[in-house]
Each structure stands twice: as structure tokens, then as C-alpha cells.
């Protein structure tokens, strides 16, 4: 029995240390899968605009981060929020108003950008609903956002001639169910302006950095080799101790 130990021992340090390493290495496979992502984020959004009319566009899977442009009126009327959204660390709202596409029956749904929470109440968004012309506006599409997990929030469904002022997501599909037209199945995150002063302040919450991963995997590694070198110094050190036993 006591011949087992040290070979218990070295199995215990072995799969303890290869553990680690996989982890580690299971990182760096998580940064090369983000910065592959990132790269096909950017060179979707260096692409030239999609002209938006109302008509079939295919795949919206395939066309999310790529830049579009479309031309139409809005409809405040129709105008909701989306809930717990930050600007430079302050708490607000971003606005998403149909715009009814110029010479189409259906409408596109624009997330115009941020405003404080003080000013959600549908009667002081009215100070931003002063484009009453057709306007053109370009952004980045961006596909119908359902509920993410079970743990998220959830919007109720709107009832039958009752609509949602406030929304967690832009679920498409159920903010349909209270507009009076055709929504298209996207929308579109409207591009900075030139006052980065004016609300609402539209621009685009996409990250492409590389993450923790890499500072994951050097700690995995680090753990390893801390794991390792310990239990070899422990080892020693009981060596040495039963050596000096009579």
C-alpha cells in the first residue's frame, strides 16, 4: 500500500496538470473563434450599403453588421423603447421608430439611439419626433433579437388593441403584433451623427475586442505550472522528512 501512494500521488498531479492545460488551450481555441468572428464582423462592416426598398432581401442572417441605407417617413405613433440601455455609463432608453419605406407597403424598424429614462415617458419623446419629411438613413442591419435564455426578461405579448410602450428586445415578431403594417424582418441601428452632443445619441454597441480568453489561458497555464512545481516541492519535502525518521 505504501508503494501506491507515490504513484496515487503522480496520477493526482498528472490529470490535475493536464486538466489545466486543457483548459488553457481551450481558451486559445475561444480566442482564435472571436477574433475570426471579429474579422467577419469588420469586413462585414466595411462593405458598401444595401439599398433598402422593401423588397426581399434573402438570408437576414447573412446581412447582419453589413451597412444599409434606406429611405422613408417615420411613424412616431408607433415608436417604442428599449429598455436598459447605457450612455457613457448613464442609465436611458433607445428609441426604435417604424419607418415606412418610400414607395413600399412595409415598414423597417430604426433604433435611433439613446436617451436618458427621464425622457421615455411617450410625452417628452415627443421633443425627438421632429423629422416629419422623408429622411435617408444608413446604419448597420441587424436581424430581429428574440428573448436570449430563460433567464433573460420577457416582453408579454401585447393583447388584442393594446399595445407595449417599453421593450427588452427587439423582437420583430412581437412588436409586429401591435404595428399596423408590415414590419421587415430586421432592423436597422442607425449611424453616429455629426454632433456627438445631440440626442438621441445613435451609433453602434459592438465590441470587437479579444476578451479575457487570452488572460484566461495564461492563467490556466500558470496554475499548471504553480500545480506542478507545488506538489514536486511537497513530494520532496516528504522525502525528506521520512529520511530523518529512525
Same mark, same amino acid.
Do not use: C
Given at each position: 500500500?505504501?508503494?501506491?501512494?507515490?504513484?496515487?500521488?503522480? =496520477?493526482?498531479?498528472?490529470?490535475?496538470?493536464? !486538466? +489545466?492545460?486543457?483548459?488553457?488551450?481551450?481558451?486559445?481555441?475561444?480566442?482564435?473563434?472571436? /477574433?475570426?468572428?471579429?474579422?467577419?464582423?469588420? $469586413?462585414? +462592416?466595411?462593405?458598401?450599403?444595401?439599398?433598402?426598398?422593401?423588397?426581399?432581401? &434573402?438570408? !437576414?442572417?447573412?446581412?447582419?453588421?453589413?451597412? &444599409?441605407?434606406?429611405?422613408?417617413?417615420?411613424?412616431?405613433?408607433?415608436?417604442?423603447?428599449?429598455?436598459?440601455?447605457?450612455?457613457?455609463?448613464?442609465? &436611458?432608453?433607445?428609441?426604435?421608430?417604424?419607418?415606412?419605406? =418610400?414607395?413600399?407597403?412595409?415598414?423597417?424598424?430604426?433604433?435611433?439611439?439613446?436617451?436618458?429614462?427621464?425622457?421615455?415617458?411617450?410625452?417628452?419623446?415627443?421633443?425627438?419626433?421632429?423629422?416629419?419629411?422623408?429622411?435617408?438613413?444608413? &446604419?448597420?442591419?441587424?436581424?430581429?433579437?428574440?428573448? @436570449?435564455?430563460?433567464?433573460?426578461?420577457?416582453?408579454?405579448?401585447?393583447?388584442?388593441?393594446? /399595445?407595449?410602450?417599453?421593450?427588452?428586445?427587439?423582437?420583430?415578431?412581437?412588436?409586429?403584433?401591435?404595428?399596423?403594417?408590415?414590419? +421587415?424582418?430586421?432592423?436597422?441601428?442607425?449611424?453616429?451623427?455629426?454632433?456627438?452632443? =445631440?440626442? @438621441?445619441?445613435?451609433?453602434?454597441?459592438?465590441?470587437?475586442?479579444?476578451?479575457?480568453?487570452?488572460?484566461?489561458?495564461?492563467?490556466?497555464?500558470?496554475? $499548471?505550472?504553480?500545480?506542478?512545481?507545488?506538489?514536486?516541492?511537497?513530494?520532496?519535502?516528504?522525502?525528506?522528512?521520512?529520511?530523518?525518521?529512525?
Amino acid at each position: 500500500m505504501l508503494k501506491l501512494r507515490p504513484l496515487l500521488f503522480s =496520477a493526482f498531479v498528472l490529470i490535475g496538470a493536464s !486538466v +489545466m492545460i486543457a483548459l488553457g488551450i481551450w481558451q486559445l481555441n475561444r480566442l482564435k473563434e472571436r /477574433r475570426a468572428h471579429n474579422a467577419q464582423i469588420a $469586413a462585414r +462592416m466595411s462593405r458598401p450599403p444595401i439599398a433598402i426598398t422593401g423588397g426581399a432581401l &434573402g438570408d !437576414v442572417s447573412s446581412l447582419e453588421y453589413r451597412p &444599409g441605407v434606406v429611405t422613408g417617413v417615420y411613424d412616431f405613433s408607433q415608436e417604442v423603447v428599449i429598455r436598459n440601455r447605457s450612455f457613457n455609463e448613464a442609465a &436611458g432608453v433607445h428609441l426604435l421608430t417604424p419607418l415606412k419605406i =418610400a414607395g413600399s407597403d412595409q415598414a423597417i424598424l430604426i433604433d435611433r439611439g439613446w436617451i436618458p429614462y427621464t425622457a421615455a415617458d411617450p410625452q417628452m419623446r415627443t421633443a425627438y419626433a421632429t423629422l416629419t419629411d422623408a429622411v435617408t438613413v444608413t &446604419g448597420l442591419i441587424r436581424p430581429s433579437q428574440p428573448r @436570449p435564455s430563460p433567464l433573460a426578461p420577457r416582453d408579454p405579448t401585447p393583447a388584442p388593441g393594446s /399595445r407595449l410602450d417599453a421593450w427588452f428586445w427587439v423582437d420583430i415578431s412581437q412588436i409586429q403584433q401591435q404595428v399596423p403594417y408590415p414590419l +421587415m424582418p430586421l432592423f436597422i441601428e442607425q449611424a453616429p451623427g455629426p454632433d456627438p452632443h =445631440a440626442l @438621441p445619441a445613435a451609433g453602434y454597441d459592438i465590441e470587437l475586442a479579444d476578451g479575457p480568453h487570452l488572460s484566461y489561458a495564461i492563467q490556466w497555464f500558470s496554475f $499548471a505550472a504553480i500545480f506542478v512545481v507545488g506538489s514536486i516541492a511537497l513530494a520532496r519535502q516528504r522525502r525528506a522528512g521520512q529520511s530523518r525518521q529512525p
